[in-house]
């Protein structure tokens, strides 16, 4: 896992750091068999993300990257833990504090076609921010927006348009935008390129590199796309039914993988070279667990070919180094 670790007296090296994260989201009467029953998005999970880095979540969809990076940035509310920023329990925080740190706090959204309010001109959906905090009124707001145009590779004289008129690329690219709006420290980029067709999707890549470089950004990058997270990463978390089941390096977790489901998401990756296409790839078996009533132990063990008794019985830490941990009774290597 990336970053530093706070300790008594001295000052963390983390950007954002998150302790014993939980949200459970109640389910209807009669879903899942019985009343009262909560799924498990994310169920104590700690990360860290150092500044100017990028920390990737992957993990299978349904895993809980994307209500974890909500989490983060206090879009939705925890059920328990906190969440620390630049040091400080954003928690806490209430009414002015909490507007005023949440400037440094932006996300991406997935889906450029949804995330875009189709009946607002694109001057307006990329001022949203600014006129939410009274920034830039006037004729400033109008430079405003078209120098973060300019920023993502857009034409000003294209904000007097609507959405409707731009493809898939440009309309991330007006997220992307509105995102970097009010100069935040922290963006969390929910899967920016999983909608955009394969030959755009290296363009807004290269964008947010650039302006990560530009604008010291830190970012915490999620996707079920192991060669997109490979270029854009410095370090990995991945996910496994609301747990943290490995984070390191992003280089020692794609080589020497030591959970058993990282290996599968790495041997599943597609692969450019056509001398490896002949090569048994090892296919991960089984359905998903339920998140409202996940397996006892180890989540994994009613997936996993290496699991023994124990895996049942009781459920592994996450330990190991603050750079390299993994949550196995048996680590392979």
Known sequence: MSGGVMTDGAMSENLVEARGLRKLFPVEKGIFGSSGAS??????????IRERETLACVGESGCGKSTLGRLLIRLIEPSAGTVRFEGSDILELRGKKLRERKRDMQIIFQDPYASLNPRM????IIAEPLDAHGEFRGPRRRERVAALMDMVGLQADFMSRFPHMFSGGQRQRIGIARALALDPKFIVCDEPVSALDVSIQSQVLN????????KRLTYFFISHDLSVVRHVSDSVCVMFLGKVVESGPTKGVYERPRHP?????VQAAPRPDPHLRLVEKLILQGELPSPV??????????RCPYA????AEREPPLEGTERRRV?????LG
């Open 39 to 48: 799924i498990k998005a994310v169920d104590g999970v700690d990360i860290s």
């Open 121 to 124: 001109k694109i001057e307006d």
């Open 207 to 214: 964008l947010l590199d650039e302006l990560k470089e530009r």
């Open 261 to 265: 489901y990282t290996m599968f998401l």
């Open 293 to 302: 009533n996940p397996p006892s132990g180890c989540r994994f063990r009613t």
């Open 308 to 311: 023994k008794a124990v895996c």
């Open 327 to 331: 949550a196995c009774h048996f680590p």
